[in-house]
């Protein structure tokens, strides 16, 4: 049931909740932050933006964040990579009891060699959730096949991917 209150015209207008104050004081609690951080040159954006694009080395692939898609044009840019699939294999996990299935972002094998499953994640979200046990899983699951398991976060994404290969 909404609460409409009468505006000084006349019209009906929704009355804010706290909900909605609560809520605009975060965003502005989050703009200001975002506004220093940008000014201090520690802004690292990311977004949802999903999106088909066309890579060398993937193929056609359809990302799901901007840095799906920042990572995917870095490997086209790298000599030591042999192949890279996106989104290649799943990976069952227990969740909460229940049976589900993970897809790492990146299947890379180097031209000498090395196979390593990629995951892209911010920071910020690596212990939200689920993530945890799709880590843990994709790590088991490397281990079995002989493979490296590694989460790419704004740390090695922004700085050199190079150098974790």
Same mark, same amino acid.
């Given at each position: 049931?909404?609460?409409?209150?009468?505006?000084?015209?006349?019209?009906?207008?929704?009355?804010?909740? %706290?909900?909605? &104050?609560?809520?605009?004081?975060?965003?502005? *609690?989050?703009? =200001?932050?975002? *506004?220093?951080?940008?000014?201090?040159?520690?802004?690292?954006?990311?977004?949802?933006?999903? /999106?088909?694009?066309?890579?060398?080395?993937?193929?056609? %692939?359809? &990302?799901?964040?901007?840095? /799906?898609?920042?990572? *995917?044009?870095?490997?086209?840019?790298?000599?030591? %990579?042999?192949?890279?699939?996106?989104?290649? %294999? *799943?990976?069952?996990? @227990?969740?909460?009891?229940?049976?589900? @299935?993970?897809?790492?972002?990146?299947? !890379?094998?180097?031209?000498?060699?090395?196979? &390593?499953?990629?995951?892209?994640?911010?920071?910020?979200?690596?212990?939200?959730?689920? @993530?945890?046990?799709?880590?843990?899983?994709?790590?088991?699951?490397?281990?079995?096949?002989?493979?490296?398991?590694?989460?790419?976060?704004?740390? !090695?994404?922004?700085? =050199?991917? &190079?150098?974790?290969?």
């Amino acid at each position: 049931m909404r609460n409409w209150i009468k505006s000084p015209s006349g019209q009906k207008a929704q009355k804010k909740t %706290i909900k909605t &104050v609560k809520s605009e004081k975060y965003r502005t *609690a989050a703009s =200001n932050n975002a *506004a220093e951080r940008i000014k201090a040159g520690t802004f690292k954006t990311f977004s949802w933006k999903q /999106e088909w694009i066309k890579t060398k080395k993937c193929g056609k %692939i359809f &990302v799901k964040s901007s840095w /799906e898609k920042m990572f *995917a044009e870095k490997l086209d840019n790298n000599d030591n %990579i042999e192949t890279a699939q996106y989104e290649p %294999i *799943a990976i069952r996990y @227990n969740y909460h009891g229940s049976k589900r @299935n993970y897809y790492p972002d990146f299947l !890379i094998t180097t031209k000498s060699g090395k196979t &390593v499953l990629c995951e892209i994640k911010p920071k910020k979200l690596l212990n939200y959730g689920k @993530n945890k046990p799709k880590a843990a899983a994709g790590r088991k699951f490397c281990k079995k096949m002989g493979w490296y398991y590694q989460i790419i976060t704004e740390d !090695i994404l922004f700085d =050199n991917v &190079v150098d974790f290969l």
